[in-house]
């Protein structure tokens, strides 16, 4: 056999019984937040506040504008803007408890 074929398949199997022992020895991960990661979830928490704030002003806009469609009796956009008001506060109030769920 040529001597540099045998020292390179010696060379090759010590690098697989080597990277299978690393990689064996891999252990449980917990997440730890960078420093620096409370003024972001201070920041993350206003922009939650300010989103529901705007689910709260788009009801009572659509609730304004349904009962201006009513008084003229015309029909309109009163009823889509509630509605897309509430799901937008349904996918508000899920959206943290959704994605821990997915990450655990």
Known sequence: MIPALTSFTTMASAYRSASVD???????VDPTP??????????????MWGAIIFCIAGLIIGAVALAYERSQGTGGE???????????????????????????
């Open 22 to 28: 690393v990689l064996a020895q891999i252990g449980d």
């Open 34 to 47: 960078p420093p620096g990661a409370d003024k972001f979830n201070t920041l993350l928490s206003w922009v």
């Open 78 to 104: 009163g009823k889509q803007k509630i509605i897309g008001a509430m799901i937008g506060a349904v996918i508000i109030g899920i959206a943290a408890g959704l994605v821990n769920s997915l990450v655990l």
